[in-house]
C-alpha cells in the first residue's frame, strides 16, 4: 500500500527567512520571541531588524553565501537572530546540542567544513577548546573576551540587501544525523526542502497568530527547529523560549503566557501524567499536545490528556525529511492514540518487505519508506550513505517498522536500524563501541538500547575484559570522551560478543537475551 495525501500544496520560490516573515505588515508589534526566563520579549518587526542588523555585520565580516557556521547554543533570542541572519546571507547553519563534548563539537566542525562557530555565554569555554585545530580564528558569541567576537559588535546600522539565493539547491541549515546506521553525518536540507514543510504543517496544523508555542524543545535538534521555531513564526505565533527542562519553569511559563500548543519528547510527557502538582497551574489555556522525536506509549498519552484536560497526538519524521513526514490531526478527525497520523500533504507512504522490496498492504508491518519534497538532498560528502537511503526516484528508506491501516495512519512498531533513542536524540552505538575500545583492558564491546522509564532507552554496554573491570570504570570511560546523552548507564560483562561471519555484531542476538531475561 502506497499512502498519498488527497491535499496538494503549493510552495513559494522563497528563502526561509522570507517566508518566516511574509506576513510582516500584518504582524509588526505582535510579540515573536519571549524569553521564558527574563521574560524579554521581541515583536516580529524587533526580530525582523535585528536579523537583519546582524546578516548586513555577517556579510561585513566576510561570512559569504554557501559557507557554513556552527552554532552551540541553547535556545534563547540570540540563537534565532543568528539563525535567521545566516540563512538571510545564504550561509548554511550546522546546529549542534550544549550537550556535546568538546570532541564531539569539533568533529562536527571539521565535517561541515564550517568557517565560523557561535555558542552562548554557558558554551564558550567549550567552544574554544573545541574550534583549536579547526582553522576556525574567532569564535562569535555574547560576551567579549579573547579571542571572542560578540554578536553586538557584528552589527550594523548599513542597510541589508539579501543576495539572489536559490532556495532548491541553497542549503539553509546542516544538522547531524546518524540516519539508518553509523556515525552521525551532515544531512543537506535547503531552504525549500524546510519552507516545503512548513506548508505541509500549516494545510494540517491550524496555527495563527492567536497561539503561543512553548520553545522547550531545543532548536539544535530539527523537531525544535522546524515545529516550533519555524512553524510557530511563519503562522504569526509567539514562540516562549526556554534554555532547558525544569517542571516548575516550564509549568509557570505555560501558565504565564498561556500556551495553547506545546511539542514534547516522551520523557516530558511521561513527567506530566505522573506529576500531582499540576493543578498549582492554571494550564487552561493549553489545547493540544505534539508528541515526536521517539513512540509514546498508549496509557501515558491517555493519561496526560486527561490530566491536562488537552489532546495528545504524535507526529512522525526524520531529520533527513526536514522532519515531518506524518502528524495526527486535531480533532474532529480521528485522535488515533498510537498512531503517528496519515502522511502530510505532498507526502507518500509505502511499506515494504525488508527482504524482497515487495510493497506491503494495509496491516501488514514492514520497512516504512517516504517520499515527498522535503526530503533531504543526500548526506554530505557521503555518496554511499545517501545511496543506500535514498533510492534513485527518491524514496527515503526510514529504517523503521511499521505498518498503516485502511486509513492510511501510520503506526510505528520497531526499528531495523540500530539507533538508541535517549530522550528523543538519536545515538549511534558504533560511536560508544569505538570509545569502548580505545579502553587499553576491553578486547570487544557492543552497544544495545535498555529501556528506560525517564529516557525511554539507555545504552547499554556489553564487554569482552582482558582484566576485572568495575561497572563504573566502563561508564566513566565513556563519559569522559562523550556527551551526556552518549554515556553508557548500564554495563554486562560477556565471555563473547556475538558476531555473523563477516564480522558485524549481532545486536539483535543481545536485544532478544535482555528481553528474554527481564522476563524471566
Known amino acids: 500500500m502506497t499512502s498519498t495525501s488527497p491535499s496538494t500544496i503549493s510552495v513559494p520560490n522563497q528563502s526561509l527567512p522570507a517566508y518566516l516573515f511574509r506576513n510582516l505588515d500584518q504582524l509588526q508589534d ?112 555574547t560576551r567579549p573576551g579573547n579571542k571572542i567576537l560578540t554578536l553586538q559588535s557584528l552589527t ?37 526542502n524546510l519552507v516545503t514543510n512548513l506548508v505541509q504543517l500549516s494545510a494540517v496544523e491550524p496555527v495563527s497568530m492567536e497561539d503561543t508555542f512553548i520553545g522547550l524543545l531545543p532548536f539544535s535538534h530539527i523537531y525544535g527547529l522546524t515545529v516550533v521555531l519555524n512553524l510557530g513564526l511563519a503562522n504569526g505565533a509567539a514562540v516562549v523560549l526556554l534554555p532547558s527542562f525544569k517542571k516548575d519553569l516550564l509549568l509557570k511559563s505555560m501558565q504565564t ?26 494550564l487552561s489555556s493549553l489545547q493540544v499536545i505534539v508528541s515526536g522525536a521517539a ?29 515531518v513526514t506524518h502528524i495526527s490531526p486535531d480533532p474532529p478527525p480521528p485522535v488515533k492514540i498510537g498512531s503517528v497520523g496519515p502522511v502530510l500533504p505532498g507526502t507518500e507512504c509505502r511499506i515494504i518487505d525488508p527482504q524482497n522490496g515487495g510493497i506491503l498492504p494495509p496491516g501488514q508491518s514492514g520497512e516504512i519508506l517516504v517520499r ?14 545517501t545511496q543506500a537511503t535514498l533510492t534513485s526516484d527518491g524514496w527515503l528508506h526510514t529504517g523503521d517498522i511499521g505498518y498503516q491501516d485502511e486509513d492510511g ?13 535517549v530522550k528523543g536524540y538519536q545515538v549511534a552505538p558504533a560511536e560508544i563501541e569505538a570509545v569502548l575500545m580505545s579502553h587499553q583492558a576491553i578486547l570487544d564491546a557492543a552497544v544495545i538500547p535498555s529501556p528506560d522509564a525517564d529516557a525511554g532507552e539507555v545504552p547499554k554496554a556489553f564487554v569482552v575484559s582482558s582484566i576485572i573491570l568495575t561497572p563504573e570504570s566502563v561508564m566513566e570511560h565513556v563519559a569522559a570522551q562523550l556527551g551526556p546523552i552518549k554515556h553508557v548507564k548500564k554495563v554486562a560483562f560477556i565471555e563473547k560478543i556475538p558476531r555473523s561471519s563477516s564480522g558485524k555484531i549481532l545486536r539483535r542476538v543481545l536485544i532478544e537475551q535482555e528481553r528474554a531475561a527481564s522476563n524471566e
Open 30 to 141: 505582535r510579540p515573536a520571541l519571549i524569553d521564558g526566563v527574563t521574560g524579554k520579549t521581541l515583536t516580529f518587526k524587533a526580530l525582523y531588524e535585528e536579523a537583519q542588523s546582524l546578516a548586513a555585520g555577517l556579510i561585513d565580516f566576510g561570512v559569504s553565501r554557501g559557507e557554513t557556521a556552527a552554532i552551540v547554543c541553547a535556545n534563547s533570542i540570540e540563537f534565532v537572530v543568528f539563525y535567521l541572519a545566516t540563512t538571510w546571507i545564504g550561509a548554511v547553519l550546522s546546529p549542534m546540542s550544549p550537550l556535546l563534548s568538546n570532541s564531539e563539537i569539533r568533529a562536527q566542525i571539521l565535517a561541515s567544513n564550517a568557517s565560523y562557530l557561535m555558542t552562548d555565554e554557558q558554551s564558550i569555554e567549550k567552544g574554544l577548546a573545541a574550534m583549536e585545530g579547526t582553522g576556525i580564528a574567532n569564535l562569535l558569541s
Open 156 to 192: 550594523t546600522s548599513k542597510p541589508f540587501s539579501p543576495p539572489h539565493l536559490d532556495p532548491h539547491s541553497d542549503l539553509a541549515v546542516l544538522p547531524f544525523s546518524s540516519g539508518t546506521t553509523g556515525l552521525p553525518k551532515g544531512v543537506q536540507l535547503t531552504h525549500t
Open 257 to 282: 503566557y498561556g500556551v495553547t500548543r506545546a511539542h514534547f519528547v516522551p520523557p516530558i510527557i511521561r513527567i506530566l501524567a505522573q506529576s500531582e502538582d499540576l493543578v498549582d497551574y492554571d
Open 295 to 323: 513512540p509514546l506509549d498508549v496509557s501515558t498519552a491517555r493519561q496526560c490528556a486527561q490530566k491536562l484536560n488537552c489532546v495528545v497526538k504524535q507526529g512522525y519524521g526524520l531529520t533527513e525529511s526536514s522532519p
Open 372 to 385: 515527498g519534497p522535503q526530503v533531504m538532498q543526500g548526506y554530505l560528502n557521503e555518496n554511499e550513505a
Open 409 to 421: 495512519y501510520l503506526f510505528i512498531l520497531d526499528r531495523i536500524k540500530e539507533m538508541i533513542k
